[in-house]
């Protein structure tokens, strides 16, 4: 196993301290889709793909929970079968119940529907704890902590690249109803009382646009995934 991961084709990876910032820099040059800006740790695994939309913002914010999925996936095939991946609507990537790593996006152009030129979405996943005293964080958690301390992260992105490919290709022959499928499966905290930003209620699912739906006692609130678009860096 070396440092260096190989790629699917169509893919190209390329190297950074802060992938996702960087990835940001390169798409807004004008580099091509499919670059993977990476740093395997040792203590964080963190990724980035650059995205060139082909349709309005709205419908390729898609790309955020495609690329969860696939991590999903990938940590799955890799990871002891006794442990659990969930994926949380904010971009949370839980393992064993616990945040152990995040999903986020930025985009060329906030407008919902418009075709942004870019898309980047990214994730850092925790190999080892961040301090010496996780257990003052008990929410918080590490795959060297859920037993996942065989898990290589060069191989682990390897595998989330494949598998984020496989589900893009997917997406674009059968539309996003079997995402939506997989990723309702494995959703966080679904049925049950959730808080987002100053909206309470029963998370009920997500629209074809995978926007939160929120159910309170007189009316269903619906935040979009737009919401969790960060600045481009």
Not at 49 to 54: G, T, Y
Not at 71 to 76: I, T, W, Y
Not at 121 to 143: E, K, R, Y
């Amino acid at each position: 196993m070396t440092d260096t991961p190989v790629f699917p084709p169509l893919l190209t990876g390329l190297h950074a301290a802060d992938p996702f910032a960087y990835a940001c820099t390169q798409a807004r040059q004008g580099c091509d889709a499919g670059l993977v800006v990476y740093d395997p740790g040792p203590s964080v695994l963190q990724g980035a793909i650059v995205f060139a939309p082909e349709v309005s913002l709205a419908s390729a914010m898609a790309m955020l929970p495609l690329c969860a999925v696939g991590f999903q996936n990938a940590l799955g095939a890799l990871a002891p079968p006794e442990v659990g991946v969930h994926l949380a609507w904010n971009g949370d990537l839980r393992v064993n119940g616990a945040i152990c790593g995040q999903m986020r996006a930025a985009v060329s152009d906030l407008d919902p529907q418009a075709v942004p030129d870019w898309l980047v979405v990214g994730f850092a996943i925790n190999i080892l704890p961040q301090s010496d005293t996780p257990g003052d964080t008990p929410d918080q958690t590490t795959l060297y902590g859920e037993g996942c301390s065989e898990v290589n992260p060069v191989t682990l992105l390897e595998s989330w690249a494949r598998h984020t490919l496989v589900a893009l290709n997917r997406w674009s022959d059968d539309g996003p109803g079997p995402l939506h499928k997989e990723w309702t499966g494995l959703a966080w905290n679904i049925g049950k009382d959730v808080t987002h930003g100053d909206l309470s209620g029963r998370f009920t699912g997500v629209d074809q646009d995978f926007g939160l739906l929120l159910k309170s006692t007189d009316t269903t609130h619906l935040i979009p995934l737009t919401d969790l678009l960060e600045p481009a860096s």
